[in-house]
């Protein structure tokens, strides 16, 4: 079992930052590859940014990359995302999530994941 803690979400203006931690309890942290995806009011979630195991290997949505930038410390049992130069677009409830996997592995499909967050908000305004 591992239990999943988001924080770090909140109200920021349009081209600021911010950065969101997942704090990780349970097993070894660096067995499961993680991720984080968002979901806006009426709209379906959708994958953001993916990190494997070991933290060598990442993903990100179109959407984000080159503003977004996905991180863990094993030694601290805690991925982060660095949101930076956020638009109104961006506002959403962000989640974390795990999966134990073997290898480089990320993961853009969030059924795949078995162990969520209970998510933190995040709004941009304009």
């Known amino acids: 079992q591992v239990q999943l803690v988001e924080s770090g979400g909140g109200l920021v203006q349009a081209g600021g930052s911010l950065r969101l931690s997942c704090a990780a309890s349970g097993r070894t942290f660096s067995n499961y590859a993680m991720g984080w995806f968002r979901q806006a009011p009426g709209k379906e979630r959708e994958f953001v940014a993916a990190i494997s195991g070991s933290g060598g290997a990442t993903d990100y949505a179109d959407s984000v990359k080159g503003r977004f930038t996905i991180s863990r410390d094993n030694a601290k049992n805690t991925m982060y995302l660095h949101l930076n130069s956020l638009k109104p677009e961006d506002t959403a409830v962000y989640y974390c999530?795990?999966?134990?996997?073997?290898?480089?592995?990320?993961?853009?499909?969030?059924?795949?994941?078995?162990?969520w967050g209970q998510g933190t908000q995040v709004t941009v305004s304009s």
């Open positions: 999530a795990a999966k134990a996997v073997i290898g480089r592995a990320t993961i853009r499909v969030d059924r795949e994941y078995r162990y």
